[in-house]
């Protein structure tokens, strides 16, 4: 394995959706995802395979063709909207010139808007076709960290599939759906859930369930008291969350008569609140 050189240190995500995998080959497995103006640190190279390291810190493999390769400073710039006005996807998509599909961009991908037209990291230009894309200037106005915003926008994920490492509409696992979540409304967390565990204030009593609000974040250990899967609760003992017991995005009640619900609620181990207080 050798080490990457300068300048080309960072990237930017080039397509709707690249995968992250565990090692730099394939099969491997699919450990997370970037989306389409996501920028990661560029860490190694083997071959055609680079290690990188992604805004969350997790780090994994992905190959070359997933990226655009530059220096830091041209990464930043971009995020920033260098240019023009940087612009978050909502399940846009934007079509060429000619009226033709260009690209379908999963929540949470990153374009410039420079007049009617929409920048894509590689060069190429877009209109919008369909779906929703709002200014980053605009994202604390629209999605504030409040529980029952998180709700609403956890509920316009609603039958999105399970899948192991996915962190997008086209297939998402538990801890993802809630890292998506949670940083559309400004607050950053980790990848996975255990280590989301970790983050916030403990919900204490001996009824975790006594004292929820809408947003705070449940978590379910199958062996131990290791952290295995993460749900969001509307408030109470109702949750949202992408299981493989439901196969994919769901709502459930943790106070249910389903076999599945009562199966959860023997799961829970932990309560925390990420939200500022009186939100």
């Given at each position: 394995m050798t080490a990457l050189l300068e300048p080309h240190t960072h990237a930017l995500a080039r397509t709707a959706i690249?995968?992250?995998?565990?090692?730099?080959q394939l099969p491997a497995a699919l450990i997370s995802q970037v989306v389409l103006g996501a920028r990661v640190e560029v860490l190694e190279r083997t071959g055609q395979w680079l290690c990188i390291r992604t805004g969350d810190g997790y780090v994994g493999w992905t190959h070359e063709g997933y990226l655009l390769l530059g220096e830091e400073a041209w990464a930043k710039a971009w995020e920033r909207g260098q240019g023009g006005e940087g612009v978050v996807s909502l399940g846009a998509e934007l079509s060429d010139d000619a009226g033709r599909p260009l690209m379908r961009l999963p929540w949470g991908a990153r374009v410039v808007r420079r007049?009617?037209?929409?920048?894509?990291?590689?060069?190429?230009?877009?209109?919008?076709?369909?779906?929703?894309?709002?200014?980053?200037a605009r994202l604390p106005e629209l999605f504030p960290p409040a529980g029952e915003s998180i709700v609403?926008?956890?509920r316009r994920w609603l039958g999105a599939p399970y899948l192991w490492g996915g962190i997008t509409h086209q297939g998402v696992d538990c801890s993802g759906l809630v890292q998506a979540i949670m940083g559309l409304h400004g607050i950053a967390l980790p990848r996975d859930s255990h280590q989301?565990?970790?983050?916030?204030?403990?919900?204490?009593?001996?009824?975790?369930?006594?004292?929820?609000?809408?947003?705070d974040l449940l978590f379910f250990a199958d062996h131990g008291d290791r952290v295995s899967h993460v749900a969001i609760s509307t408030g109470?003992?109702?949750i949202i969350h992408s299981a493989l017991g439901n196969g994919g995005v769901a709502e459930?009640?943790?106070?249910?008569?389903?076999?599945?619900?009562?199966?959860l609620r023997a799961?829970?181990?932990?309560?925390?609140?990420?939200l500022p207080e009186g939100k």
């Amino acid at each position: 394995m050798t080490a990457l050189l300068e300048p080309h240190t960072h990237a930017l995500a080039r397509t709707a959706i690249g995968p992250v995998y565990a090692g730099p080959q394939l099969p491997a497995a699919l450990i997370s995802q970037v989306v389409l103006g996501a920028r990661v640190e560029v860490l190694e190279r083997t071959g055609q395979w680079l290690c990188i390291r992604t805004g969350d810190g997790y780090v994994g493999w992905t190959h070359e063709g997933y990226l655009l390769l530059g220096e830091e400073a041209w990464a930043k710039a971009w995020e920033r909207g260098q240019g023009g006005e940087g612009v978050v996807s909502l399940g846009a998509e934007l079509s060429d010139d000619a009226g033709r599909p260009l690209m379908r961009l999963p929540w949470g991908a990153r374009v410039v808007r420079r007049g009617a037209a929409y920048w894509l990291p590689a060069g190429r230009t877009g209109r919008l076709a369909g779906g929703g894309l709002v200014a980053v200037a605009r994202l604390p106005e629209l999605f504030p960290p409040a529980g029952e915003s998180i709700v609403r926008a956890a509920r316009r994920w609603l039958g999105a599939p399970y899948l192991w490492g996915g962190i997008t509409h086209q297939g998402v696992d538990c801890s993802g759906l809630v890292q998506a979540i949670m940083g559309l409304h400004g607050i950053a967390l980790p990848r996975d859930s255990h280590q989301q565990a970790e983050v916030g204030g403990l919900i204490a009593g001996d009824d975790i369930l006594a004292d929820l609000h809408a947003g705070d974040l449940l978590f379910f250990a199958d062996h131990g008291d290791r952290v295995s899967h993460v749900a969001i609760s509307t408030g109470g003992s109702a949750i949202i969350h992408s299981a493989l017991g439901n196969g994919g995005v769901a709502e459930n009640d943790l106070a249910g008569p389903l076999p599945f619900e009562r199966r959860l609620r023997a799961l829970l181990v932990r309560g925390r609140r990420v939200l500022p207080e009186g939100k």
